[in-house]
Each structure stands twice: as C-alpha cells, then as structure tokens.
C-alpha cells in the first residue's frame, strides 16, 4: 500500500518538487518500505525517536537515506538531531539559531536550516513574522556556521481553500522578496509548504518541497 501510494503521489507532484515523507510516529518497516519503494527523504518532529530510527535504519543499510527536522526544536535537544539530519525545517526562533550555531561551531559543522514562518490563523503556532525575516537575514553574517536554505510554513488549519491560497500566496511572495533582497545568500531557494492535504495548492504557489505523511504511511499509529 505505501508503494502504491507514492507512486500515486510522485505521478502527480510536478519535477523539481520535493517529496518529504513525513513518518513521524510510524514505524521503521513503513520508512523501509518506502525506501525500498524509492523514497529517501523522510520527516520526523520528535528527537528521541528520530534518533531512535537513525541508529535502526543504519543497521538496515539504507544508502542514501536522508532525514529531516520538521517540529519544533528544544535546543536542549540539539545533539540527539542535528548530528543525524541533512535539514532542520522548523527554525522558528532567534534563540534556537543561536544555540544551532554555536553547537555548529563547536563541532566544526555547518546545519542547513529554514525559517519557519508564521503564516495560519492559529495564535498557536510557531515561527517568524516576515519582517523578523528580514531583520534576521540582514543579520546572517552573525551565523557563520549556518547555511540559510529558505523558508518552511503551514497554512491555515481550515477547510476553506481560499484561506489556505491566501496564506501560500503570501509566503511565496515573502519567499520572492527575499530571493531577490539577499543575492549573496545563494542557497537561499527552498520553499517548504503544503501537506497531504493542501499540497497541491502549495505547489501553484512556488514549494519546491511538500512534506506528506497520512497520504503515503495511512493515519499515525
């Protein structure tokens, strides 16, 4: 059934967007099945358990197989992630940056990063507003051992599609401005919006990555 799925969902999605499967609280049999199926980007939110499944899925021998950060990150968490993923997602604050950069500059490293921004409805939820972006980005030289690689939002949570149009098209224009307000940053070209439900409105708005879970793995256990 995964297998099906993806293949399903990787006839629809446009090349040049990336797949993330997002397989938080799933089990590493659905991650090598999806694997074996021809995935190798996947998403978790919770430390313990990502690290949890690093050491797993190394022993399963997955060539290639690359994690990324996607939920909100304690920065007293920092060594149970960052040593195991290509990407963290979900920077949504100026603190946790600080902390990714000195763990970075600690361990000779550089963490490829995007800044979540706060785009939905919901008072809830984390992230930047557009104009700390800016503020934050005209600050990047503060970072050296950071590599600034775009932005990643989430929508309004609502059955409405206008809303969730309106929420995309505005990340995407902030994305736009960026790109062309900050030249030298130039692996400053990702977009990460969109999920199993909204995905395809993310894509007629500029992502170059959706992250996808219940649509290839089923409800979470």
Request: charged fraction near 25%; charge should be negative.
């Amino acid at each position: 059934m995964i297998a099906e799925n993806l293949k399903a969902l990787k006839a629809q999605i446009p090349q040049g967007v990336e797949l993330v499967a997002v397989s938080k609280f799933h089990p590493l049999e659905n991650i090598i099945e999806a694997y074996e199926a021809g995935q190798r980007v996947f998403g978790e939110s919770r430390p313990q358990e990502l690290a949890e499944k690093v050491g797993q899925a190394d022993a399963s021998k997955c060539p290639g197989l690359e994690w990324h950060f996607i939920g909100h990150l304690q920065t007293n968490k920092l060594k149970m992630v960052l040593p195991y993923v290509s990407l963290v997602q979900s920077v949504d604050s100026v603190h946790l940056l600080q902390e990714i950069q000195k763990w970075g500059k600690a361990n000779d490293k550089t963490v490829s990063v995007l800044l979540e921004v706060h785009i939905g409805a919901e008072e809830t939820k984390q992230g930047f507003h557009e104009e700390e972006v800016i503020d934050l980005l005209f600050d990047s030289e503060k970072y050296p051992n950071i590599r600034f690689c775009g932005l990643m939002a989430m929508a309004s949570h609502t059955d409405d599609e206008s809303v969730i149009d309106a929420d995309f098209e505005r990340v995407d224009g902030l994305m736009a401005y960026l790109v062309d307000l900050f030249p030298e940053l130039s692996d400053f070209n990702q977009l990460s919006i969109g999920m199993s439900d909204d995905w395809q409105i993310a894509v007629r708005h500029g992502a170059t990555m959706v992250r996808i879970g219940t649509a290839i793995f089923g409800s979470r256990n």
